[in-house]
């Protein structure tokens, strides 16, 4: 056995259970999947007050197309609900660098590796050539015919660019970054007709998703960075996500009926000595995010880890030492040895993006 044979071994012989992350048992969404459609609700509600029939066709037929699609993200959501393999997760992003913009349906981020994962929920056989090109086969009667398809592989690899950009403003240039392209739909086939192996690595259905994370977690090499790197990244990226919400009233030009339009609850403000700016909006979301892993860690409530005021506290005076962080009231010597030098990184990393 050579000494790259030697090496080798002893990377990947490295157990699956020492190579995932310790501080958190399960995933973690960050920007989590909801459940309820919020633009199936929307139509919904035009829906309603719509009274062309024709303009009532067009949202029905919208809501289920929303439908598909939503009910497409749950198949993958459900399944990296139960992935063997805890990580940081972000749904729905969009992500811009310069000219390049992309747009990614699930994020999975450990301390050993980012994962890009895209839905398509395309029906028919999908081909992949030599060429790598992608078509498919749809069949309308008795007749079959075949049609292009816009690479999706490309469109994941633009957002390798994002995040790459991202995770080497975070130091992590050494952290790999994997894409996936998922088919969801049951019916559909996958015909790799001579692909490179690359592009047969990146595209799988949805009931493979947790056997690829089970490898990627055992053929990767063991991670070198600290745990709480991951929860950063993950927060650092829910901040620069430009995602909108479609505005269904508009595309269709129909009012609202406000009585169909369910009233905001007035939100509850903790009070603090210091109004909190837009600039501190990234470093609260990243402290909560850390508090939740540490209490669940722990298995106690998250607000003994520190409570809401004491949050509040560390964003006005930025403690960058333990004589800053002891003067605040509830943060003593015990936590800052428990959690001190997390939260410094925390709010050095979230000041780079501020």
């Known amino acids: 056995m050579g000494i790259f044979d030697v090496i080798k071994k002893n990377i990947f012989s490295v157990s699956f259970e020492n190579k995932i992350m310790k501080t958190i048992s399960t995933p973690i969404f960050i920007k989590d999947f909801n459940k309820e459609s919020e633009n199936i609700t929307q139509l919904n509600q035009l829906l309603n007050n719509a009274t062309d029939n024709e303009m009532k ?81 749809i069949k309308k009667g008795e007749k079959s015919f075949k049609e292009g398809m816009y690479s999706p592989v490309e469109e994941n690899r633009r957002a390798e660019l994002i995040v790459r950009d991202v995770l080497n403003k975070q130091g992590l240039e050494n952290l790999p970054i994997f894409s996936l392209v ?36 055992e053929n990767t090499v063991p991670p070198v960075y600290e745990e709480i790197k991951a929860m950063q990244v993950g927060v650092i990226l829910k901040g620069l996500d430009t995602s909108v919400s479609i505005d269904y009233s508009s595309k269709f030009k129909i009012k609202q009926n406000s009585e169909n339009i369910s009233k905001e609850k007035p939100k509850v403000v903790t009070p603090t ?12 979301k990243a402290l909560k995010t850390y508090r939740t892993a540490k209490a669940s860690l722990n298995s106690i409530p998250a607000y003994c880890v520190f409570t809401n005021e004491v949050m509040n506290k560390i964003v006005e005076v930025m403690p960058k030492n333990k004589q800053e962080f002891i003067s605040i009231k509830g943060f003593g010597e015990v936590k800052f040895e428990k959690y001190g030098e997390d939260i410094i990184d925390i709010i050095r990393d979230c000041s780079k993006f501020a």
């Open 57 to 137: 066709k067009k949202i029905e037929n919208e809501i289920k197309l929303q439908k598909y699609v939503h009910d497409s993200l749950s198949k993958v959501y459900f399944e990296l609900n139960n992935s063997p393999a805890p990580f940081y997760g972000l749904h729905n992003l969009r992500l811009e660098l310069g000219d390049n913009k992309s747009n990614i349906d699930f994020l999975m981020v450990t301390n050993q590796f980012c994962c890009i994962i895209n839905c398509k929920s395309h029906q028919g056989n999908i081909e992949i050539d030599s060429q790598d090109s992608f078509s498919r086969w």
């Open 182 to 217: 998922v088919f969801t739909n049951s019916k559909a086939t996958l015909n790799f007709k001579n692909c490179s192996h690359d592009f047969m690595d990146k595209v799988i259905k949805v009931d493979l998703i947790n056997t690829k994370i089970r490898g990627m977690v």
């Open 273 to 284: 000595s210091k109004n909190i700016k837009d600039d501190d909006e990234n470093l609260i």
